[in-house]
């Protein structure tokens, strides 16, 4: 394919679409990732999220055993918190690094990337960064059934119990996949 062809494919509307949609994917990914992150290992420690925010119980226990682990940087420090209980891998604390650095770069060079046949966004990058996401919900789930939460239902399987944020994202995924050309279908030229 000339370098023309190549161009003339990467600015058609249907590819601009699937790009600009793929590109708010990953954004909405890593917030909800961050949320999870940050927000439910203070909330773990009693820190309440309604109106302004402030600490319930357990604020001293917070900064002793979650942001000690990294000084001045919560996220990592949460990050490192939820790896040594289990929540995610080291690899995946790892990975984490890339969807932050390919989120910048989809968020900063979106247009760069919309017409730059050589800059294609990081497909793989995402399915790891869903799955990290649906690895975290799936810690706090497990916590949530420890403390009773679904005892009134008897015995859950937690593989089966979808947050909130995780079914959003399965919708917005749908919509988007059901623009792609099927297997019948040619991509476009």
Known sequence: MSSEEA????????????????????????????????????????????????????????????????????????????????AISEAQVSRLEEVYSHRHELTHELGRILIDVNATPD???????VRILRDIHRFWIQVEKDLGTFDQHGDVDIDQVQTGPMMLLELCLQACLADLPGPAESPPA
């Open 7 to 86: 161009l003339r494919a990467k600015l058609a509307p249907q590819q601009i679409r699937l790009t600009l949609a793929f590109a708010g994917l990953f954004q909405m990914t890593h917030e909800m990732i961050k949320s999870s992150v940050l927000e439910d290992v203070k909330g773990f420690y009693g820190h309440s999220p309604l109106d302004k925010g402030e600490w319930l119980y357990g604020e001293d226990a917070y900064k002793r055993e979650v942001l000690a682990l990294s000084p001045g940087k919560p996220f990592q420090a949460s990050l490192m918190w939820l790896a040594n209980a289990g």
């Open 123 to 129: 497909y793989t990058l995402f399915i790891d960064a």
